[in-house]
């Protein structure tokens, strides 16, 4: 059965790279877990999910793969570095209307799936310190649009905020002293939208 599955994505794929050029004029990307991976060849990746966004990007989601880029000399870009970090990081979302603006992101940290914040949540806070490494680190927030039953909102003042930041937590209040990058979709958009945030933990 396994075996069967594999060829099988094997050959929509295949037939996808084949589409595509013709089809786009933009030279749509590859993407896997967030990460973009755009020329990568001779691969084979089993239990994925494939989705095409509306401007022909390719995104394979498979949580069991840790996508790990190197440099020209083989050198692992996202490689642990020894240390210890100087203090808390966190990725925080909030949404004032839950289930308006239709859009689930999905959270990438350093090349591995971390967590979805889904369209009916209000909030979330999620500390990712233990997937960092000391130095270069790579957060990517993945927007999904889910019409389910049609548009519950077309504002643009219904916003999903996701930011990422270094604080620390005392009980049930989070203070964040350092803000790293921010990301934002609203109701009025239907596009899918991914962004990667690179910055420095120490």
């Known amino acids: 059965?396994?075996?069967?599955?594999?060829?099988?994505?094997?050959?929509?794929?295949?037939?996808?790279?084949l589409v595509l050029p013709s089809a786009f004029a933009g030279s749509p990307k590859l993407f896997l877990n967030g990460?973009?991976?755009?020329?990568?060849?001779?691969?084979?990746?089993?239990?994925?999910?494939?989705r095409i966004d509306s401007t022909g990007n390719i995104y394979l989601e498979a949580p069991q793969y840790k996508v790990e880029v190197q440099d020209p000399n083989g050198n692992t870009a996202q490689a642990a570095a020894p240390g210890t970090l100087s203090g808390n990081y966190y990725v925080v979302g909030a949404n004032a209307k839950p289930?308006?603006?239709?859009f689930d992101i999905v959270i990438y940290v350093n090349g591995?799936?971390?967590?979805?914040?889904?369209?009916?949540?209000g909030q979330i806070v999620a500390d990712i310190t233990d997937k960092l490494a000391l130095g270069s680190n790579t957060?990517?927030?993945?927007?999904?649009?889910?019409?389910?039953?049609?548009?519950a909102s077309t504002s643009s003042s219904d916003v999903i905020s996701v930011f990422i930041g270094k604080g620390n937590a005392n009980g049930n209040q989070l203070t964040i002293d350092k803000q790293l990058a921010t990301f934002k979709v609203d109701a009025s958009q239907t596009a899918d939208k991914t962004e990667s945030f690179t910055f420095d933990a120490n």
């Open 35 to 50: 990460v973009d991976i755009t020329g990568v060849t001779d691969q084979e990746f089993e239990g994925t999910k494939v």
């Open 139 to 151: 957060v990517t927030l993945q927007a999904k649009k889910v019409i389910s039953g049609g548009r």
């Open 99 to 102: 289930g308006s603006v239709q």
């Open 112 to 121: 591995t799936m971390f967590k979805t914040f889904k369209d009916n949540e």
């Open 1 to 17: 059965m396994t075996t069967r599955h594999t060829v099988f994505l094997l050959v929509a794929i295949t037939a996808l790279f």
